[in-house]
C-alpha cells in the first residue's frame, strides 16, 4: 500500500475497506504499520480488527491462525 492509503484524512481507505464490507467478503492486511503510526491510525486498526471483515496483522502466520477462526 502507497503512503496515501495510510493518510486517513484522505477517506481512501474506509472507502476501499467498504466494499469489501458489502460483498462480504474478509481482507487480512498484511505489514508493518509503525512508519505510518498515528492516533487516528491506531484507533482505525483497533476498531477494524474489532469486527469481522478486515483485519491488520503483522505477519501471514498471525492472519491465517486468525483467519481461521472467524465464524
Same mark, same amino acid.
Given at each position: 500500500m502507497t503512503e496515501h492509503f495510510f493518510q486517513l484524512n484522505t477517506k $481512501?481507505? %474506509?472507502?476501499? $475497506? !467498504?466494499?469489501?464490507?458489502?460483498? &462480504? /467478503? @474478509? /481482507? %487480512?492486511? /498484511?505489514? &508493518? *504499520? &509503525? %512508519? !505510518? @503510526? =498515528? @492516533? =487516528? $491510525? =491506531? !484507533? *482505525?486498526i483497533y476498531h477494524s480488527n474489532n469486527r469481522n471483515h478486515f483485519f491488520f496483522f503483522k505477519n501471514k502466520q498471525q492472519a491465517l491462525q486468525n483467519l481461521h477462526n472467524i465464524t
Amino acid at each position: 500500500m502507497t503512503e496515501h492509503f495510510f493518510q486517513l484524512n484522505t477517506k $481512501l481507505p %474506509p472507502q476501499i $475497506l !467498504h466494499k469489501y464490507v458489502n460483498y &462480504h /467478503l @474478509n /481482507l %487480512p492486511i /498484511l505489514g &508493518h *504499520f &509503525h %512508519p !505510518h @503510526n =498515528t @492516533n =487516528t $491510525l =491506531t !484507533h *482505525f486498526i483497533y476498531h477494524s480488527n474489532n469486527r469481522n471483515h478486515f483485519f491488520f496483522f503483522k505477519n501471514k502466520q498471525q492472519a491465517l491462525q486468525n483467519l481461521h477462526n472467524i465464524t
